[in-house]
């Protein structure tokens, strides 16, 4: 499971520079006054994790972070943004759009975890991508370090084993964006209008590949489902809820009977000669209580909507949850369940309420000194600034030694110190 290990901010926004945080593997939680930068937090972690900086592209910054794979390989990769006021501003000169005055870099290296061996690519925004020592290949400069992707795209270039596989597991967090503190992603996911996913269908009808959904993406389980059952005059599916462990799971959670879930066929393009492309959406989620009596995803409450999203975001993210504010509307029964459903992923997760707290592991005076950020306010030059720690390893040690004695629950621990 790729592991994001540690950040260092160089240069990014209000962040004091030479910021260092490092991570557990586990659950990480970020504690901070309204304010503190908890979010802006949260998005660059989602930033480094699906490898896309391109809300960036108009905006300086400097980073580090360290990926991981246990057993395979460790990425490093340093990348950047600078513009160069002495330019004037100019038509764009690349397929990304990018100005010739803004200077995007990245170096990245791939360590081996048997053997040690390093792989190294760099780009540069006038001399496009270079592999190891060698010469600028002339490929990839059209593909700019802060496009969405770039990492595993990059990665097929080195054409290593190691490479190859790493790629694919950073592909598989292009969805790990951050579960926000109120309906946005729910109702990004019962909206109607954009794709919420797309197969390539042979005309045979059978499944070619799936390209990746817009925002949270699908679960594969539904993928292949859909394209077990899919066609061609049909144009809407419905599943029920043994068909998938997550729309069970939020089933049992919530107590109901039975659920179920439809899709529709929203577009089908021609691809090729013998292939389609085949967009679906417009989800319909239904909820049975014993009697035949049912509710729409409408009527749901706050919670539910939000116990809904999270389950299916889960779902969509197998290594990786980037969670704000998790807890809102959630009964403490279902906090566990959420906690519990999150598995050995890693997490990052904020809240300005003491139940999550409670659910955090605690293990040892270094877990502590890993799992809690601590975000906090203040001004530099008149303006408004953020400092990003994690606990000290004092603060650490005194924290575990409270818990032990087994007294005080986590959060009047922090805040009886003073941490949160």
Known sequence: MLKLRRLRIEKFRGVAPGTELRFSDGLNVLLGQNGTGKTTLLELISMVVRSDFSSLVREEFSIE???TVPGEATVLVAISNKEDTSLPETKPRTAFGLPEHWHPAADITIEESSSGRRHHVRYDSDLGLIIGDGHPTGRARELSCLQAGFLWLYMLEVAEPVAISVHHKVRRARTARRFDES????????????????????????????????VIGVPQALSRRLAERYERPRSDYTFQHADFAFLTTIKETMRFDAAELRVDITERQPWGEDHEMVTFGNFVFRFWWEGGEFITHTRLSYGQKRLLTFFYYLACNDDIVIADELVNGLHHHWITACV??????QAFLTSQNPLLLDYVPITSPEQVHHSFVLCR???RGGRPAWTWTNMSHEDAAEFFAAYEVGVEHVSEILQSRGLW
């Open 65 to 67: 972070y360290e990926l």
């Open 183 to 214: 309906l946005e992603l729910f109702t990004w996911l019962v909206g109607s209008g954009d794709a919420r996913g797309i197969l390539l269908v042979h005309r045979d009808e059978t499944l070619i590949a799936e390209a990746e959904a817009h």
């Open 340 to 345: 519990e459903a999150i598995g050995a992923r």
């Open 377 to 379: 306010g203040e001004r």
